[in-house]
Structures are given as structure tokens and as C-alpha cells.
């Protein structure tokens, strides 16, 4: 099993940037396909970001372009890059950790595949 700890989120006017981390512990990290996701109050959890297991690296089309996901092996982290923040991007956000050999090759999207999380970190962004 892996355990993962979110840290980063904060309040921030509109434009500003966060980056976000998420620290897993507890096995091989490499053993996991990372994303994260977010979910605004009132909405249903939806993803940010991910990275597929063989293909391309995913984006929600709300965060292109504005957003970056990395990730450090060394360090077992996942990260999000947040630039040019938007009210709408308020929510709290997940890391989330799917079991890789189970994961699709070229997809990663569905929270269906992610069976651990973390506790959340919550973003807010003011206008």
C-alpha cells in the first residue's frame, strides 16, 4: 500500500500561482501511476492531471496550458504547477495513486483505476 500526503494549497487572488505536492510513502513509488484531481463543493471529483502508463501525460481542458503535473522518483513526489489561477480552479485537490500494472497503457483519467488518496488540499481563488 502507498500513503500519500498533499501539502501546497492556500488562498490566492486571481493570476497568482500555487504548486502543490504530494509525498508517498509506504512502497515503490514507481510501482503507481500518480494524478490529481479536484473536486469544488456541490460538484463531483474530476481530473486535473495524470500521467498515463506508456502514452501521453493528460490534462483537463480547463487547466491546459496553465497547469504542468511532475513528478521526482527520487523523491517519491508528485507535483502540480499552478500558474495563472482562476476563481473556477477553486476546489480541493487529491493525489491519487493507481496500482500501474492494472492502469490502461495509454489512459489514466478514471478515478475507477486510483484506489489510494490522499486527504486533500484545498485551493481557493479569489477574483
Known amino acids: 500500500q502507498v500513503q500519500l500526503v498533499e501539502s501546497g494549497g492556500g488562498s490566492v487572488q486571481a493570476g497568482g500561482s500555487l504548486r502543490l505536492s504530494c509525498a508517498a510513502s509506504?512502497?515503490?513509488?514507481?510501482?503507481?501511476?500518480m494524478g490529481w484531481f479536484r473536486q469544488a463543493p456541490g460538484k463531483e471529483r474530476e481530473l486535473v492531471s495524470c500521467?498515463?502508463?506508456?502514452?501521453?501525460?493528460y490534462y483537463a481542458d480547463s487547466v491546459k496550458g496553465r497547469f504542468t503535473i511532475s513528478q521526482d522518483n527520487a523523491k517519491n513526489t508528485l507535483y502540480l504547477q499552478m500558474n495563472s489561477l482562476k476563481p473556477e480552479d477553486t476546489a480541493m485537490y487529491y493525489c491519487?495513486?493507481?496500482?500501474?500494472?492494472?492502469?490502461?497503457?495509454?489512459?489514466?483519467?478514471?478515478?475507477?483505476?486510483?484506489?489510494?488518496w490522499g486527504q486533500g488540499t484545498q485551493v481557493t481563488v479569489s477574483s
Open positions: 509506504g512502497d515503490t513509488y514507481s510501482s503507481y501511476s
Open positions: 500521467f498515463s502508463r506508456v502514452g501521453p501525460t
Open positions: 491519487a495513486a493507481a496500482v500501474r500494472k492494472r492502469m490502461p497503457l495509454y489512459d489514466c483519467g478514471s478515478l475507477i483505476w486510483y484506489n489510494y
